[in-house]
Structure formats: C-alpha cells, structure tokens
C-alpha cells in the first residue's frame, strides 16, 4: 500500500555505466518530482513534472533524463554515471486541494558509483 | 536559496515538549509555512502548513507570529521515534514550485 515507492532502493555501479531508477505513485496526483540529496544531506530539487509534461528543470546535467510514461510514474534515467552522481534520489508527488498542499515522498534510492 | 533561518540541532527529552523555532522575516502575504521532517535513511515526511493562523493536526501544532516573520513547531510530547532533521519551508501554495528545502534543524529526543 506504499504512495510513493521507488525501485531500487539500492544502486552500485561502475563509472560510465547507465542506469534508471523507478517511481510510481498510487494517490492519483499530477505532478510529480525528482530530488538529490547529496553527501552533505542537502536537498534539491532535479525535476518536476506535471500531468506527464515537464515543468522543471533545474541546472541538471543533460546525462540525466526523466521520462513520465503516464501520470503514476516518473523514471530517472542516468547516463554515463560519474562518482559525483552518488547520492540518495528521492521521488515525491503532490497533492494540492482546498487544504492545501503536501509532497509525499518515496523511500529514496541509493546510488553508489563507483 | 532556502528564506528561512533555523537552528543546526537541539536536544530535548523525552516526553517533553519539542518547540523548534524558524525565522522568515521575508516571507510574502501569499506564502505559506511549511514544516516536513526527515527521520535518517528515510524521505522526507509532511508535518503541518499554516498561513497566518496557528494550526494543529494529530502531529504537532504550528504557531505563526502575528507579522508572521517567525514560527515555532510544537511536538507537545517527544518521543525517541520523533528524532530526526525538520525543515521549515516558506512557499506559495498554488503551482507547481518544488519545495526548497534549508540545513534544517537536527532534533535529538533523549531518553
């Protein structure tokens, strides 16, 4: 029963490879997202999307490639992985009604490259 | 840039109440103030949000000053699961913005 869930929750790879990392959300929200948290646990936002059409990007290098096949799920796909990739990536939706507005966010998936 | 100032860490013990205060002196009048928390290895989880009213929900409670430049989230009995780092967010709640998340602050519940 898990809102947001992301796949995998662990990733170790080799330099140069490419790898995806997963997310799907059951709660029916438009807009999704994509955050880094990096070794000094600063967040930050990568990318937004909104009814499967991208509304954000922030200064991410183009190695790094979301795809939203339909509104539940938000890929992260990742070229040419760089030591400086590692890092924990965290996916969120949003829910905005009459109450407001919250970001569920999945458990995270940890890359290690190495 | 995050526009709110909080606390590195604090310690409080258990069963205590938690009062982790957050400054944002530049906040607009159509901007909400968030609170999400991040207990270690796990996302980030939604608290409260509040405007200019103070708010309480079966977390916390939020407590907003009257020129609403500051802000102080209430954990009126910690417990040792409530350990973790709270970010305090001002934003805009229409839209479709991302949440621009500070250093936050550590909180430590001690037994």
């Known amino acids: 029963d898990t809102a947001v869930s992301q796949t995998p929750k662990y990733l170790v790879t080799q330099m140069g490879n490419d790898k995806s990392i997963k997310c799907e959300q059951n709660?029916?929200?438009?807009?999704m997202y994509w955050y880094k948290q990096d070794s000094k646990k600063f967040l930050k936002i990568m990318f937004s999307?909104?009814?499967?059409?991208?509304?954000i990007n922030e200064t991410v290098p183009n190695r790094f490639s979301p795809k939203s096949p339909d509104k539940a799920h938000l890929n992260l796909h990742i070229n040419s992985l760089e030591l400086g990739d590692s890092a924990v990536y965290f996916c969120?939706?949003?829910?905005?009604?009459?109450?407001?507005?919250?970001?569920?966010f999945g458990p995270g998936t940890r890359l290690l490259v190495l | 840039d995050a526009k709110t100032t909080q606390p590195p860490s604090m310690d409080c013990a258990e069963g205590r109440a938690a009062n982790l205060p957050c400054n944002h002196s530049?906040?607009?009048?159509?901007?909400?103030v968030y609170w999400y928390r991040q207990i270690h290895s796990q996302g980030p989880q939604y608290i409260i949000h509040?405007?200019?009213n103070n708010e309480t929900n079966e977390m916390a409670s939020l407590i907003i000053t009257e020129d609403r430049k500051s802000s102080t989230l209430i954990l009126p009995h910690a417990t040792l699961r409530d350990t973790a780092v709270y970010y305090c967010?001002?934003?805009?709640?229409?839209?479709?913005?991302?949440?621009?998340f500070g250093k936050g602050t550590r909180l430590s519940v001690i037994a």
């Open positions: 969120a939706s949003r829910q905005y009604d009459t109450l407001g507005e919250t970001q569920y």
């Open positions: 709660l029916g929200h438009d807009t």
């Open positions: 999307y909104n009814n499967k059409e991208l509304i």
């Open positions: 530049t906040i607009s009048g159509n901007e909400y």
């Open positions: 509040g405007l200019k």
């Open positions: 967010i001002v934003r805009v709640a229409s839209g479709n913005t991302p949440l621009v």
